[in-house]
């Protein structure tokens, strides 16, 4: 048996089209969504990343920003620009790209930015909606998982999804999102001393450690739906993700490829919510 791929390059597109078809909605009333994106330092990782934000903003027709600053800004300099983007009515969304240099303390920038421009969902007020099931901005990257499952129809009501991978950004709020759905859900981390155990009894498997092969095939149930949202490269240079793609896909019944996979849908989530800070601000929730 091999799985079938969910493919987060077709899904975006058809979830960009919509976002680009509500945008225009709201440009027709006079508002043009927007989202500002604060780059400070010079990682080349980051780098790439704003730029494709700033790109999918644009091929989407939001409004977008990039501000650049040397690594040296100061933590008071920073705080004062997401002071004045909070005030700025052209910006809906606000993203500080991290990590941020090590004299800066991320936590506090992320506390100031108005928890209404927070899209990339990372603010205590938006965590807090989350575990609370109040209405707030889910982190881009669980929250694509769950478009990828919604994609597929998959009920998860009753199963049994293991989270590989605890972060604030992917691990835990992934564990919400599922539980929210219904599912029983277990995360693993560093100290699980069996992750094999876990893994062999989930019929859903996210795995988002930063780690190749992490997960391999003789720790997947046959038939279990399997989402890789590791980012690293092989020996020879290659983008892979924290599954032995090869290897799973032999025992899974779905499988998100890297690339392809779970990354474009990061960015795609970035802009739904973008274009629902905006629809909050013209409608009073989004539409
Ligand atoms: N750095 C790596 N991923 C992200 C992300 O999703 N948002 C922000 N702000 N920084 C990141």
Known sequence: ????????????????????????????RGITPGLAVVLVGDNPASQVYVRNKVKACE?????????????????????????????????????????????????????????????DGFHV?????????MPGFWPCTPYGCMKMLESIDYNLRGKHAVVIGRSNIVGKPMALML????????????????????TLQADVIVAA???RNVLTADMVKPGAVVLDVGMNRNDEGKLCGDVDFEGVKQVASFITPVPGGVGPMTITMLLVNTLAAAETIAHGSPV
């Not at 979830?15 to 909605?25: I, N, S």
């Not at 409004?63 to 800004?73: G, I, Q």
């Open 1 to 28: 048996m091999s799985a079938q791929l969910i493919d987060g390059n077709a899904l975006s597109q058809q979830l960009r089209r919509d976002v680009a078809a509500r945008a225009q909605a709201l440009k027709a």
């Open 59 to 119: 091929d989407a027709g939001l409004h977008s920003v990039l501000e650049k600053y040397d690594a040296s800004l100061s933590e008071v300099d920073l705080l004062t620009r997401v002071e004045s983007l909070n005030q700025d009515p052209s910006i809906h969304g606000i993203l500080v790209q991290l990590p941020l240099p090590a004299h800066i303390d991320s936590q506090k920038i992320i506390e100031a930015i108005s928890p209404g421009k927070d899209v």
């Open 125 to 133: 007020a938006s965590a807090g909606a989350l575990m609370t099931g």
């Open 179 to 198: 539980l929210q759905q219904n599912a029983t859900v277990t995360i693993c981390h560093s100290a699980t001393p069996n992750l094999k155990t876990m």
């Open 209 to 211: 450690v930063g780690k």
